[in-house]
C-alpha cells in the first residue's frame, strides 16, 4: 500500500447475475499508521497498469538491433585493447621479476649491503603485487560488463514481448525482478525501477509513438551512452540478477 506501507490482498465479488470479479485492497493491517487507502482496483485494471509499467521498460525491436549492432563493433575494438593492456601488464611484471632475480644476484655477489638490498626489493614486490592485483582483477571482470549489457538489450526487448502475450504472471515476475518499492496509492501502481531499466523508463511517452526522427534517434541513443556507462562503471557487476536473459 502507498499510504501505510502494508500488504495487497486480494478479494473475489460475485454479482447476483453470478459475475465474478476480482477487487486489490489494503488489509489495514497497521496498528501505527491510520491508513486513508479505501480504494478497491478492479483486476482488469491493475493488470493493465503492470502493462504499461512493463511498456515504460521495453526496447522496440527496430533498438535493439541497433543497439546490438553498435554493441557487437565495440566488442571487437575492446578485445583488441584488452589484449593489449594485459600484454602490457605481463610484460611489466616480468620485467620487475628479473630485476628481482639480478638484485639478489647482485647482493649474494657483495654488490650491495643488506639495506639497500632490502629497501630495493621491497619496492619492487610492492610495485609487483600492485601489477598481479591489476592482472588479476582485470582477468576476473574484464569486458564481462559488454555481456551484461548485451543481456540487458535482448531482456529490455523480451519485455515487449511480454506485453504482447498478455502474460501476466511473467510481467508481474519482471517488474518484481527489475524494480522496488511496488505499491499502490489512489487507484494506480508505483514502481521503482533499478539501472540501467530506470533509463528507459525516463524516457517521454511520446518518444515511443513518434516517427523515427533526428531528436528521437539522439534519445535513444542517448540511453545507450547511459547505459553504457553504468555498466562500465560497476565492472560487470551491476544487474548482477540480470545476467542471463530470460526466454
Known sequence: CGVCGYAITAERHIKKSGLKFIYYRCTHKSKTIQCTENRFLREEVLAEQMKGQVQKVSLPDEWREKYLERLEKETGEARHSSDIFLQNLREKIADIKIRIDRLTDGYLSGSFELAEYQETKNRLM?????????????????????????????????????????????????????????????????????????????????????????????????????????????????????SEPKS
Open 126 to 242: 610492492s610495485e609487483k603485487k600492485t601489477l598481479d592485483e591489476q592482472l588479476s582483477d582485470f582477468e576476473r571482470k574484464g569486458n564481462h560488463w559488454l555481456g551484461l549489457m548485451r543481456n540487458w538489450i535482448i531482456e529490455a526487448n523480451q519485455a515487449l514481448n511480454l506485453t504482447k502475450s498478455e502474460n501476466l504472471p511473467a510481467m508481474r515476475d519482471f517488474l518484481v525482478a527489475i524494480g522496488s518499492n511496488r505499491r499502490l496509492a489512489s487507484g494506480t501502481l508505483s514502481v521503482d525501477f533499478q539501472k540501467p531499466f530506470s533509463f528507459l523508463a525516463d524516457l517521454r511517452d511520446e518518444v515511443r509513438s513518434t516517427e523515427p526522427n533526428f531528436s528521437v534517434n539522439t534519445l535513444w541513443w542517448s540511453i545507450l551512452k547511459v547505459v553504457r556507462t553504468h555498466f562500465a562503471a560497476c565492472g560487470g557487476e551491476g544487474l548482477a540478477k540480470n
